[in-house]
């Protein structure tokens, strides 16, 4: 049985960092891409970012390039999502996601590409 966990999430401030992590239990996690979405207040979830099951193919959604950075560690089973330069607009509750595909497709961003999701994690970025 698959399940991801989100952790990490919580206040800071304009212009800080924060550090979230992805715990995957079950087998097979090198197997699996795992990305990273977003829910801010009133809006639709939408795509942060995606690695693939090699760590060597990341993509991210634009209005995150070169702030947010997925690296994945298959000892600690774990991909973290390490998030620099943070505004008020990246406040939201921020879910991990699980696909067995293996890569990031081109339709990575949808949502019912990925089969298993966490509770998410609360991030607030005060101004």
């Known amino acids: 049985q698959v399940q991801v966990a989100e952790s990490g999430g919580g206040l800071v401030q304009a212009g800080g960092s924060l550090k979230l992590s992805c715990l995957f239990s079950?087998?097979?996690?090198?197997?699996?891409?795992m990305a990273w979405f977003r829910q801010g207040p009133g809006k639709e979830r939408e795509r942060v970012g995606c690695?693939?099951?090699?760590?060597?193919?990341?993509s991210y959604a634009d209005s995150v390039k070169g702030r947010f950075d997925i690296r994945r560690v298959k000892a600690d089973r774990t991909a973290y999502l390490q998030m620099n330069d943070l505004n008020p607009d990246d406040t939201g509750v921020y879910y991990c996601?699980?696909?067995?595909?293996?890569?990031?497709?081109?339709?990575?961003?949808?949502?019912?590409?990925?089969?298993?999701w966490g509770e998410g994690t609360q991030v607030t970025v005060s101004s």
């Open positions: 079950g087998s097979g996690f090198e197997d699996y891409a």
């Open positions: 690695v693939s099951w090699t760590g060597s193919q990341k």
């Open positions: 996601a699980a696909n067995q595909y293996g890569y990031c497709s081109a339709s990575w961003g949808s949502q019912a590409q990925w089969i298993y």
